[in-house]
């Protein structure tokens, strides 16, 4: 399908308006950082944004933990995001509002981009406006786009960069794959997860041929100059990072990410004992090793058929999806999902259960609403052939309305679900006032949060014994211990009050179960 650009100007410029205000209420609802992930990119955001460069004042993990508290930046995570938020501060202040506006903007485009899809790869308006629809109301990520968090660039770039594959293999023009390339690098410099198109990109110059109807007899010649330049428009983002992590780390890719290969339980990234290495996951044993990728695989199918599909679309994309499996795009974009589905439950198996298999999967939506009307309608007509009385388009008017309403409550639910947290006094607020020594480091479950609500210098608490947190706090300079109902199950008697620990004096409680210790000189 092939709408002329006049047919798409209009609703697309609605929608993107309707998108800004929407995102633009949810982002007004919204603070402050609300947990570590947003607390980490609005800290390094506000240090860029002040002139600090790429800097961290913390240490969120022990996976490769650097010298001292103060360290270069993104040994872990990824600086676009933190990039975009100093953008929007620079413009309006170094405050999270300023942060947002960058997020604001991205997540309103998914909306539109939605629709013009639909109409590319349907020409029915109805279906694209449901499409678009379906996109903007986004269950469980209706509450995180606005969110200075990698949710918004990262679904954009993603979906940007697999429409480019698509209309690259379908027009065969070089700008098509330049800019599948770009989309591409800006994803992993959002994400790790990023690099999974990379693997796609690969296998877009056969498709390519099949749209072609040719015999391929060029193939490894137009495989070898389509993705060269694939590969030159995803180093133009990238390669100034990789230099500075050259320049910095001595690899291209910071230390410690490929750890979380070896990882026995998610907590283990905060431990400063546990050997994350290929020998001690396998003398984890087999069967450990298969149990964890079993639940692994049924957690992700749940996140799959909830979250990125929507609760409620997920069986019509099943649907739909097979309807449209000849078009480029679906081959392109289920490729891309059963590679991140695969790597987060086999490769990066508690990562990818904790929420990264949720925040990578933004990029599917405009294509999961796409399927999913296609899916509903021909459900419809499917059950229409089988009763008498159908009329099939009021149907399908009425279903789709009814998708819509659905998709919209899961999406207001949620986000009312987030409201307290997101409004709510942090713990850390109340407590830095009160430090003794208000410039000393304090060890914390959220590091970014002590210095973004006050705080100097502050590190993570360890999962270990309460001895070894005594140790890494003195290595560290860390004066302070605040331990909340969510601390390491390691400390959980000291928490309690069942033991006492050399090194260590409470000096207070706060509300909600927020201890406050102070390391002491005690032998």
């Not at 961290?56 to 933190?82: D, G, V």
């Not at 020998?279 to 695989?297: M, T």
């Not at 003794?436 to 609500?453: E, G, K, T």
Request: glycine fraction near 8%; charge should be positive; include cysteine.
């Amino acid at each position: 399908m092939n709408p002329t650009q006049s047919t798409l100007y209009k609703p697309i410029l609605i929608l993107f308006a309707i998108s800004l205000l929407v995102r633009g209420g949810t982002a007004w609802l919204e603070r402050q950082p609300h947990n570590l992930d947003e607390a980490y990119h609005t800290v390094n955001a506000i240090t860029l944004a002040t002139g600090g460069g790429f800097t961290e004042h913390f240490i969120w993990n022990y996976l490769s933990p650097p010298e001292t508290a103060t360290h270069p930046a993104n040994r872990y995570w990824l600086p676009l995001t933190a990039m975009l938020a100093a953008a929007g501060m620079a413009l309006d202040g170094a405050t999270y509002t300023a942060g947002q506006w960058a997020f604001v903007l991205l997540s309103a485009q998914l909306p539109p981009l939605t629709f013009w899809l639909a109409m590319h790869v349907t020409g029915k308006r109805r279906q694209a406006w449901l499409a678009a629809l379906l996109t903007l109301f986004s269950g469980f990520y209706f509450a995180e786009w606005t969110a200075i968090d990698t949710f918004a660039p990262f679904a954009l770039a993603g979906a940007v960069g697999m429409v480019a594959l698509w209309r690259a293999a379908e027009t065969v023009d070089w700008r098509w794959t330049l800019a599948a390339g770009i989309a591409a690098g800006l994803a992993h410099l959002t994400r790790a997860d990023g690099a999974l198109f990379l693997v796609v990109g690969f296998g877009f110059p056969a498709i390519q041929c099949k749209m072609q109807n040719a015999k391929c007899k060029n193939f490894y010649s137009l495989l070898a100059t389509r993705y060269s330049l694939f590969a030159l428009g995803y180093l133009l983002p990238t390669s100034p990072w990789f230099i500075c992590n050259w320049r910095v780390f001595g690899a291209i890719l910071p230390p410690g990410g490929t750890k979380t290969l070896w990882l026995t339980q998610y907590d283990d990234i905060f431990s400063t004992t546990a050997t994350l290495s290929l020998p001690n996951y396998l003398a984890w044993g087999w069967g450990n090793i298969l149990q964890s990728k079993v639940w692994a695989a049924w957690m992700n199918f749940q996140t799959l058929a909830a979250v990125i599909g929507l609760v409620v679309v997920f069986p019509f994309a099943i649907i739909g999806w097979w309807q449209l499996r000849k078009h480029p795009l679906f081959q392109i974009s289920g490729a891309y999902l059963a590679l991140l589905w695969l790597a987060m439950t086999f490769a990066f198996t508690f990562p990818g259960v904790r929420g990264a298999l949720f925040h990578s999967g933004g990029a599917m939506l405009p294509m999961v609403a796409i399927a999913g009307v296609v899916g509903l309608d021909a459900a419809i007509a499917w059950v229409a052939r089988r009763r008498r009385g159908w009329h099939v388009p009021t149907a399908q008017k009425v279903f789709g309305g009814g998708l819509v309403f659905f998709a919209a409550l899961i999406s207001l639910f949620t986000a009312t679900q987030k409201l307290s947290a997101w409004n709510e006094p942090s713990p850390y607020a109340a407590i830095l006032p009160t430090l003794p020594n208000p410039i000393a480091p304090v060890m914390a479950v959220n590091p970014p949060a002590v210095i973004y609500f006050g705080g100097k210098n502050a590190i993570a608490v360890p999962n270990d014994p309460p001895e070894t947190v005594v140790a890494v706090a003195k290595k560290y300079g860390a004066e302070y211990l605040i331990l909340e109902k969510n601390h390491p199950a390691p400390l959980d008697r000291l928490y309690r009050g069942d033991e006492t620990v050399s090194g260590l004096k409470l000096l207070g409680e706060f509300d909600d179960g927020v201890q406050l210790w102070q390391m002491t000189s005690d032998e």
